[in-house]
């Protein structure tokens, strides 16, 4: 069984996303920039992961970077996965290494399905300034990341410009104080769809929190969001239209939940298959 899934606000959180005092009981560091703690992690998320099951594969499956996906110290000493998924699907490191023939594939399809960077950005010129954009970034020469100040954002027109940049094999998502404009066939779904062909036809559980997890979780046999973020707000906009299972509790301790259901799912496929 792959157990893949999205990292920030679904199992690694900022002081800002986690909804409990950092002084709080059960939490662990993840991450530190610069020598200063960023990200946290609950300690029985951690504890569970510790100790999956060995026929459980755990994917991390991120929109950072490769550089940034680095920087969570408890993906490279506590739990160190085979297979790592960054850059939203455009990099597939393998035992901590950037698999080539994989991103040369990526940047394959982006040549033949998607606008270029350039023209995107091009498109968003004339609604982007300091107001309320704080910082920008070419991703591993792959999508867009803006920090932003969300409540100063021009909503109606960034709006008309997502709809534009849609038309040409590009989507657009917002989580918490970053806007990403990331190219169609840069996605997560694809990159676990290539590692399940590598390893073998198992099922897939997934779990994330922002609408870049979509494609992940629609692809995944069983599929799990946390209470919180913009899967959660669109299940309340358009219940009809989002069809996950949703943790009890939002923040850092969803996270709980969510590996617990992992477990669940394992347990009741080892039972299948003992009877």
Sequence with gaps: MIYASDLDQTLVYSRRSMGVAEDAPGLV????????????M???TLNQLM????DILFVPVTTRTVVQYQRIQIFQQEVIPSYAITSNGGNILMNGKVDPAWNEHVRSKLQKHSATAAEVRQIFDDVLNKDWVVGERLCDELFF???IHRDRMPAEEVTEKIKRVESLGWEASIQGRKLYLVPSAVNKRAAVEHIRHQIGDVPVV????SLLDRCLLDFADYAIAPRHGELYREKQRNPETVHYQFTEHSGIFAADEILNYVRSIHHAAIGDVVS
């Design 206 to 209: 997934a779990s994330g929190d």
């Design 51 to 54: 100790t999956l099951p060995k």
């Design 29 to 40: 560091p993840a991450e530190w920039i610069r020598g200063e703690l960023s990200a946290f």
């Design 42 to 44: 609950s300690a029985e």
């Design 145 to 147: 990341a803006f920090v």
